[in-house]
């Protein structure tokens, strides 16, 4: 074994071992990272959703805003304005949890400022990211954060 494989196993020993006593000490996956950059910090810019309604704009250049941040657990209504997009258009969820609440499709109607609400319940699981998109026409996607 040359030294170079000695210093890789070393160091592969040092983070197993790290792991397991972090994961062992009552730590969770989640937390690694919330000090250095995670959730918390990671997030400051975006719109956070603090009624439980979002306004949200479609158009050719997509969702705006494109990126925020919601509640684990509470109920959001995405108040969809359609802005230049020549199709009704669908709107899906990347998420089997939230999709599964919806009998119908959301569609949003063809016609400059015709609107539509959608309304579901944000899962539970904190620190993930949803996405949300159309599939008729050009594909345009959202995200929303559950903190």
Do not use: C
Not at 21 to 37: A, Q, T
Not at 97 to 108: G, M, R
Request: net charge positive; hydrophobic share 45%; proline share 5%.
């Amino acid at each position: 074994m040359n030294k170079k494989n000695i210093i890789i196993a070393i160091a592969v020993v040092i983070l197993a071992g790290g792991a397991f006593w972090f994961l062992n000490s009552g730590g969770s996956i989640s937390e690694i990272g919330k000090g250095i950059g995670g959730l918390s910090n990671r997030y400051n810019d975006l719109p956070i959703v603090t009624g439980g309604d979002i306004n949200l704009e479609i158009s050719a250049d997509g969702f705006k805003p494109n990126k925020f941040v919601v509640s684990a657990g509470q109920q959001l209504t995405f108040v969809v304005t359609n802005k230049q997009v020549d199709s009704h258009a669908v709107i899906k969820f990347e998420d089997p949890l939230i999709a599964s609440q919806f009998s119908v499709v959301p569609i949003i109607p063809i016609g400059l400022n015709s609107k539509q609400t959608v309304t579901f319940i944000v899962p539970k699981t904190p620190d993930k990211e949803y996405v949300f998109y159309t599939d008729v026409g050009e594909k345009r996607t959202g995200v929303f954060i559950v903190k």
